[in-house]
């Protein structure tokens, strides 16, 4: 096709030239003419069209939806005209839209687009180039080509609810307690009239001068909890039959864990048997590494003998957990370690909580 309209374009041309009839000649040049101004739009609208990310790193759970917008943007100053423009998902699932539109610019406009994607499983993902393709007005000179814009999405666990409470650790933290041995002296609730047997320390002697009787000082209860979260992903501690759907769970606990330790303002470690072997000790601000680090964990490959648990490993979280912590062990089933003195109770689906006896 292109040969054939170069043919056409240098036949306009050599009847405008040579011809020595008077309307031969001008179609010739009309068609010369028509034809440059076709190439030359149509290499113009190419140069002149961009697009890009507003991000380009993105973190999504998995199975949750999310937004993607794209900037596309006409830096002529002619229009342009049903156009096509696409993006490339990958393996992402996308919304009806498909990431594919129908495009007609302004001159020096610019449109944001937008599509949702969604992961069915965890990892690193990636979107892009962008396709762009379009033409003349007369489709003389359609041309496709590729925008080598990408971006990089890490898809993390699902999102799971799980029932973990705060109700034991150490005084004077972020998360309140009703227990009078989580008071913390540094933050006043209230004052209330003096009863016998209340300590000296805790009358406020100011209210009292100033209203003529005793009153004691309350003070707001609360209490640090830090975790350290265990993840066993050996192959060989899980059933054959539905092994991968239950490692998958086990994961989502794992994140749940750290997500609510987030949410709470506790630091929290992590340690894992799975691909990597990573130990985190129990710090604040861990929380995006950790749920990075399960995103990508895969189980461990399996051995002879891999249906006991790592007691060393378990041993080293267990000693690396704050004083006043949890040790939280997620897995399939309960550690078998209590020949060791040390004794697991069930805390939720998938978790075992370390207690001292």
Not at 318 to 332: N, Q
């Amino acid at each position: 096709m292109g040969v054939m309209r170069g043919f056409a374009a240098f036949a306009g041309l050599a009847c405008f030239l040579f011809a020595t009839n008077g309307p031969l000649r001008a179609l010739g040049m009309f068609e010369f003419a028509v034809t440059a101004l076709c190439w030359a739009y149509s290499r113009h609208c190419q140069a002149s069209f961009t697009a890009r990310r507003t991000v380009s790193s993105l973190r999504v759970p998995r199975n949750d939806r999310l937004e993607l917008v794209i900037l596309a943007s006409n830096r002529s100053r002619l229009p342009l005209y049903s156009c096509f423009f696409g993006d490339t998902p990958g393996m992402l699932s996308v919304g009806a839209d498909d990431a594919r539109w129908l495009l007609t610019l302004p001159p020096e406009s610019t449109v944001a687009l937008r599509y949702t994607i969604a992961g069915s499983s965890r990892g690193d993902f990636g979107i892009g180039p962008f396709r762009f393709r379009g033409g003349d007005p007369l489709g003389l000179f359609p041309f496709d080509t590729r925008i080598d814009d990408r971006a990089e999405v890490l898809v993390l666990p699902a999102r799971i609810d799980v029932d973990l409470r705060f109700d034991r650790g150490v005084p004077q933290g972020e998360i309140a307690a009703r227990d009078l041995r989580y008071e913390d002296v540094t933050l006043c609730r209230s004052i209330r009239d003096y009863r016998a047997g209340d300590e000296l320390k805790r009358i406020n002697w100011k209210a009292t001068a100033r209203l003529g009787r005793l009153y004691t000082n309350e003070y707001l209860n609360t209490l640090n909890g830090p975790l350290m979260v265990f993840c066993d992903l050996s192959a060989g501690r899980y059933p054959l039959r539905l092994r991968r759907d239950q490692a998958e769970r086990v994961i989502e606990t794992a994140a749940a864990l750290v997500n609510l330790a987030a949410e709470k303002r506790q630091e929290c470690g992590f340690a894992s048997t799975g691909t990597g072997r990573p130990f985190l000790k129990s710090g604040s601000a861990k929380a995006p590494t950790v749920l990075d680090c399960l995103a990508r964990m895969d189980m461990a490959a399996e051995r002879d003998g891999d249906t006991e648990i790592d007691r060393a490993f378990l041993a080293r979280a267990i000693a690396s957990t704050p004083v006043g912590g949890r040790c939280l062990y997620v897995g399939p089933d309960r550690p078998d370690i209590l020949a060791e003195g040390r004794v697991f109770e069930k805390a939720a689906e998938y978790v075992y909580e370390y207690k001292r006896r």
